[in-house]
Each structure stands twice: as C-alpha cells, then as structure tokens.
C-alpha cells in the first residue's frame, strides 16, 4: 500500500521521495530537520530514566506539527482531542489500536485518545501496550512512523503543487494628489520576506534572507519543480521612448498587481536590478512609480543584495590579469615565467586543474610539469596577447563621462608599458550578460570560461580560461546567480535579477528567474518580465537572443505607449530630462499625436514579427485627453493590435491596470506562431542586415573598416553562429538620437562588433554609442541625503 502511495507521488514529481528522520534528544538537530524539506517524519528518541532530566514538552514541540508523526506535540494533540483527525497526526500506539478494532472486530472502552496508552518500556524505539489481550509493539510503531511519513509526505506534495498559494495582499490607501514614490513606498509596510516566500510555495531551506525585506532563492528549487507546468509569460516593452522614460517598469508593477491583487490569478513580476549610474544621474530610479512599485523602493535602488558589485569585481579582476599577465610576458624570459606560473611547493611543482584545462586545449597530453619540452614551455606559458586586440574594459557603477577614454600603466613601476583603455558601466559587462543567460552554476562556470578577452598575435582568442581566472570568477558570482525576492506595494511577489540598459547591453532580466517564477505560478498563473527600452531594443534582443537560450516561448507582448511620446513622435518640441514640458506635450494637440502614431505602428509590427499577440497599454497623465487616449487606443487596433486599453496605474496601482490584464488573460489564450527574426547560420552582416531593415526601417548597413575587420576575424574564430546584440541608441529607431517617428531613407553605419562568447552573442556597436553615461549638469545626488536620526534616505526617485 505504501509503496503504491510513493509511486503514485512520484507520478507527481520523479524527484520526490518520501523521508523519516530518527532522532536522539538535540533541539538544534529538530530545528535542522523542521527546515530541510527532504524531510516529511521526524521521530525523538527521548530517555525515560532518572539520569537524563530533560523537559519533554519543550523537546516534542519543537518538532514542526506538519513532521510530528508520532502525534505528540500539543497542537497535534489538541487538534486530535477535537476530532480533527484529516489535519492531525494520531498517536502511533491509539492508532495501531484502532486498526486493531478495526480488523478484529473485538470492543474496547476507549475514552480518550491516549486512553490506550496503558504501559511503556523503557526504550522510545519499543511500545508495548494492552488492550483486553491484544498488544501492539515497536513493530507497528516502526510501520506506523513510515504510514505516518508518507502520509506527511503526501500532505507536503498536496500543498506545494505548482500554483497552489496562500497569499494576502496589502490594501493600498490611495491620497489625491499622488505623493513622492519614496513617500508612498514608506506609507506602506512591507509583508517579512519570509512569510511571502512561503505564500508563493518556497521551503525554508531554500530561501536566505538578506533582512526583512529581501532575500535570495536557492537554484536547488529547479530541480524540485523541474516536472511542474509553467504558467503564461509576458514580456512588457514599449515604444520609442522619451529621455524621460514612458513607464515600462511602472506599467510592469501595475499589471502584475492587477492580475494577482485584484484578479486574484497567480503571478510573478521579473524585472531587472537598476543601475546606481542612472538613480545618481539624471533618471533616478527603476521601481516603478507611484502606487505601482517594487519596495522598498531605496533597497531595491541602492546595493539591493550586492550583485552588481560582485559583477564589478569579477570584471575588473580579469582587467587586472590581462595586463598583468602582459607585463610579465614583456618583461620575463620563457623559463622565469614557467618557475613562476608552475612554482615548486614542497620540492616540486605541481599543475593546478585550471591549467591542465589549459594544457588540453594546447594538446599537451602530460600532468607532470618536469615533462614539458622547451617549446611546449613557451606554448603554455605564453599567450602573446596582442596589446591592441584587448577588448575586455574595467567597469564601474557610475555615470562618469571621462572614463570613456584613458591611458593605463603609467606609473614608473609598469616600466613604460602603456596602452588606452577605457570604462564602460557595470551592467554593459559581459559578465552581467552571463549572469542574464546562464541557466545554473555549472552553466555559468563554462560560460564564464569561454569569455574572449582579446586575441594573440598568431590570431588565436584568449579566454578567461586561459588566464586561469574563470574559476575565480565563478566563486565571486556564486551568490549573484540567486534571484532576489521582494515584493510590490500591494503585496505581489518580484524576482529582482541581471541588469538593464538594453541600449548598450542585453538589458533583460534573467533567465532563471523567468524558469523558477514559471514553475511556481502554476500552469494558470502569470510572469511578467520587462525588455528595456523600446521594443527595436529590449524586446529584439529578449525574443532574439533570451528566449533562444531559455527554450521559453512568450504568450503575449504588451507595448507601452504614451501620449507625451506619441507627441515628441510627431514632430513635437525636444523633450529635456530636467526641462518642464512644452506647452505642446500638455494640451490636447490631436493632429500632432496622430502624425506620432507612427512609431506605435511600427513598434507593433516589431513585434509581429515574432508572431506573439501585442497588448497596447496607453500609459495615461494627468494632462492626457479623453479624446486623445481614445484616439491612440483607436489606432493600436487599427495597426493589428490584439487590444488596446488606457492605465491609471501609477495613480490607482492595481486597480488601474484591471483592463490591461483582462486584455492580456484574453491575449493569452489567443493562438501565436513564434518565430525568431533570423537564421543562426546566416552570415554576421546578413543577420545584422536583417535587424536593420526589418526592425529599424533601415536601406541598409555599412560596415566601417574596423566592423569589417570583426567580421572577418570572428568568422575565422567560429563565432559566426552567434545571435546579434546590436548597440544602438534607445531614442531613435536609427542610429541618430534626434531622427523621431519613423526615419527612413538611412543606412545604419557599423563602427565595431565585439564577441561576447561566453554570454554568446556579437555586440555590433551602431554609429558613437558611449558605453558608459555621463552626468548631467544638475545630477540626481544633489537631492539625496541621509537623515541621521531615523536613518532615513531622502530624495530617491
């Protein structure tokens, strides 16, 4: 019977298997078993002479009521005494006595469910009780601890379906007129972290909490749920934006409030750490807005739980081995350099495994550093980097426009050994593209390894793992690589992971947060992820790039679109981050918003071309018109849109966004037919060609002289098979920020491509895109500072 009751859980999950613990009296191990999850039955051992005195009710309550098996804590008891038998454990020695009854058919008085209990050895691991003439013993205890374990078991497995939740939702006081985000993120007190860990189905032992407020997700959850269905995935994107932003991340926050507080469906918001460059420059922050936000809004901002700046140390660590290495090459004969790379311990030298990987590339067949001819010396000791080949850039989380070009090792102690280099910001490293990519640790360890850094003199790329760095990095990563929960105003759950910059970067969320929070939603539950900037950037890349890695297949697009846009879209005056807004941009002006619809359009064929349904979300302002948001709503439907809906969302949180995710259910269940934009094998200027004309409007490309060198060079490497991440400006469909609407008639120059190979893909750099920002005049920061008495942060947005 047990064994037919295992199997069919196993039907459930191939995983799963039952387990019973057996312990002697130790609280602290009790604790341990109460939090692992393998574990379903927990019996104690207790003492019953003299010589041990030890508070036996402290001892039996501290096993977790769910793993009591024997029945003996008080709440098990209680809810016995009380008749709750479908949600209790009984007794092993009450229940070995009524299956006794049962089977025999022979009466006893029993008044009490521990009536029964008439005479103990003492031994914990052996019962023997009477019962007119009938006796159980440790035999049945035995059978019935397993009974009693699979049951648990089975009770465990019930209530961590896929989608099976318990979740409460924070009831939002909404106040006319809507205050500062930071104030709004401060009026509400967030759930622990913890308790909304387990409302969405995570064990405690999969969780580590960062305070109250945040917390990691171990990957072991993948594994528990890896035969779980996914739930529908939903990447949000938008239309060209301002440089003020058209609240991507705000409409985000706002539908997955919607659907979960208010539709009350499962669902899980993915979005992407923000960089401090832009909250200390001149866009502030990335939570959301308004009454639609992740909170609390200056953790999720600042520091968050240090992935960034595990990201900055694992890059600039690799910065620091290739010149090292390059100094030492330039500056040491063939046989110093072996003594010093192979140095003698104990009398002898000794191959780490990092460097057997490197001798196995070479094709060295030997273990034994002693062994090595002169020449395979040199080979091995020797990458003969090409100063100038050097592509790999130090970083920093900071908008600093005079690191965009400088000249390192000047000191006297790098004995003249000078070259130029240069910043780019944190989240435009490759290893944050890893880190969006990757799909587990051992993952992550071979793609942190094939990252090129540059390229010898004979033409051969130099990784990572040729470094002997890639096994450093993964052990700097290794926290990184764990989602971070948090949670929206109204008490939705938010995977926080990999960053943004979509313009510069791959600018989506992470790869493994999109599986976990698909897995734990349930087959009609919801993931909302977001693309960075428009959807010629941030959705491309995520359809091109993120799904082709993931093997996940969206359900629907939503396309955030707003008036003020539209406007600047159809002609409107030039849009100033900082600047108060033309006249133009906050009366009803019908004529210029049509004309603006334009890039809408375009921006829903975009999408089209992937063949996934598209949403249109009109993210609405104050100074919006009825008739204007009618008018946009109109022309989305017109231009294929499967709906169109206007939002109040920042406004009304939750309750403003019921259309747009009623529209998105309909939308979901609508027949699609994905299909990435281009063929892997197609030529690099073939596959760039076809980003640029189909998505951007383009004639065509030019590959300046340096591109074209790339093309041939990495060919030649064999990463001609990589997708295309092109980096562009986020505030044209071209490669010119002021070109507005839809430009045509251009062609898209080409001024460099770069091999992202560990993340897996080619990084063409269109026209002068800096890769790392600058401040502006007046920055963010002059409005942020400290409260020293309530260790507040004040002026965050």
Request: proline share 6%; aromatic share 6%; with cysteine.
């Amino acid at each position: 019977c047990l064994k037919k009751d295992v199997g069919q859980m196993k039907l459930q999950d191939p995983n799963f298997r039952p387990g019973l613990v057996v312990l002697q009296v130790s609280v602290e191990c009790i604790t341990e078993v109460n939090e692992n999850s393998s574990f379903h039955g927990l019996i104690v051992q207790l003492p019953l002479d003299s010589i041990h005195k030890i508070d036996t009710e402290k001892v039996t309550n501290a096993v977790a009521p769910e793993k009591d098996v024997d029945g003996l804590t008080s709440i098990n008891a209680g809810k016995l005494s009380r008749g709750d038998l479908g949600d209790c454990f009984i007794p092993c020695t009450p229940n070995g006595c009524m299956e006794l009854i049962r089977q025999t058919g022979k009466p006893t008085a029993i008044n009490t469910p521990t009536h029964p209990l008439r005479k103990k050895t003492n031994s914990c691991a052996v019962r023997w009780e009477l019962i007119d003439g009938l006796c159980t013993s440790h035999v049945y205890r035995c059978v019935g601890g397993g009974e009693e374990s699979v049951l648990s078991a089975k009770r465990f497995l019930d209530s961590h379906k896929s989608g099976n939740w318990n979740i409460s939702y924070t009831k939002l006081n909404l106040q006319k007129p809507v205050p500062s985000d930071i104030a709004i993120s401060r009026s509400c007190v967030p759930k622990p972290i913890d308790r909304l860990a387990r409302e969405v189905g995570l064990l405690s032992d999969e969780v580590e909490l960062y305070g109250k407020t945040k917390a990691k997700v171990q990957l072991n959850i993948i594994k528990r749920l890896q035969a779980q269905p996914d739930g529908k995935y939903v990447v949000v994107t938008g239309i060209t934006p301002t440089p003020l932003g058209e609240g991507k991340s705000t409409t985000t926050i706002g539908l997955v409030q919607a659907l979960g507080a208010h539709m009350k469906l499962n669902v899980f918001a993915c979005v992407r750490q923000p960089s401090q460059g832009p909250t200390f420059g001149i866009k502030g922050g990335a939570a959301g807005g308004g009454y639609s936000q992740v909170i609390p809004m200056e953790e999720f901002n600042l520091h968050l739980t240090g992935d960034i700046h595990a990201i900055t140390a694992a890059n600039n660590l690799v910065a620091a081995a290739i010149d090292a290495r390059m100094f030492h090459e330039a500056t040491q004969s063939d046989k110093a350099l072996y003594n010093r790379l192979v140095p003698l311990s104990g009398g002898q030298r000794t191959f780490s495994p990092i460097q057997i990987n490197r001798l196995k590339k070479l094709g060295i067949e030997k273990t034994d550093p002693s062994t090595l001819t002169e020449e395979e010396i040199t080979r091995f000791a020797r990458l003969d980097i090409e100063p100038s080949s050097v592509t790999w850039q130090r970083v920093l989380d900071t908008n600093d426009r005079f690191l965009r070009k400088i000249t390192i090792g000047q000191s006297p102690t790098e004995k003249g050994h000078t070259r130029e280099a240069q910043f780019d910001i944190t989240v435009a490293s490759e290893i944050m593209a890893v880190l969006a990519l990757t799909s587990s640790l051992e993952d992550m360890r071979q793609r942190l390894a094939k990252m090129v850094v540059a390229t010898s003199r004979s033409g051969e790329p130099i990784t990572t793992e040729d470094l002997g760095v890639s096994g450093a990095l993964t052990v700097l990563m290794r926290d990184a690589i764990k989602p971070n929960l948090m949670q929206t105003l109204e008490g939705n759950p938010v995977f926080v992971h990999a960053g943004p910059f979509a313009n510069i970067a791959h600018g989506n969320s992470s790869i493994l947060a999109d599986k976990i929070a698909l897995k734990l939603v349930g087959p009609e539950g919801f993931v909302v992820t977001e693309a960075g900037f428009g959807a010629d950037i941030g959705m491309e890349k995520f359809f091109n790039i993120k799904c082709r890695y993931s093997g996940l297949r969206p359900h629907v697009v939503v396309l955030v679109a707003t008036v003020r846009a539209l406007k600047m879209h159809g002609g409107g005056p030039t849009v100033t981050a900082g600047m108060p807004l033309p006249k133009e941009y906050i009366e009803e002006n019908l004529e210029l918003l049509e004309k603006g619809c334009s890039n809408m359009r375009k921006q829903i064929e975009n999408a089209q071309h992937f063949g996934v349904p598209v949403v249109v979300a009109v993210n609405g302002f104050k100074t919006d018109t009825e008739a204007e948001l009618d008018l946009v709503c109109s022309m989305a439907k017109a231009a294929g849109a499967f709906d169109a809906v206007r939002c109040s969302h920042w406004a009304e949180g939750g309750a403003g966004a019921v259309a747009l995710g009623q529209a998105v259910q309909r939308a979901s269940e609508a027949p699609s037919n994905f299909k990435f934009l281009y063929d892997l094998e197609l030529p690099i200027a073939d596959k760039i060609r076809i980003i640029g004309q189909k998505i951007y409007g383009a004639d065509d490309i030019e590959l300046l002289p340096e591109a074209q060198r790339k093309v041939e060079l990495y060919t030649k490497q064999g990463f001609g098979n990589l997708p295309i991440c092109m980096a562009k400006t986020h505030l044209s469909l071209s490669h010119e920020a002021d070109k507005k609407g839809v430009p045509t008639g251009f062609v898209l120059p080409i001024r460099d491509i770069r091999a992202s190979v560990g993340s897996g893909f080619l990084f063409p750099l269109v026209g002068t895109m800096p890769t790392i920002p600058g401040l502006p005049t007046r920055p963010c920061f002059y409005d942020i500072d400290l409260d020293p008495e309530t260790e507040q942060v004040n002026g965050l947005f």
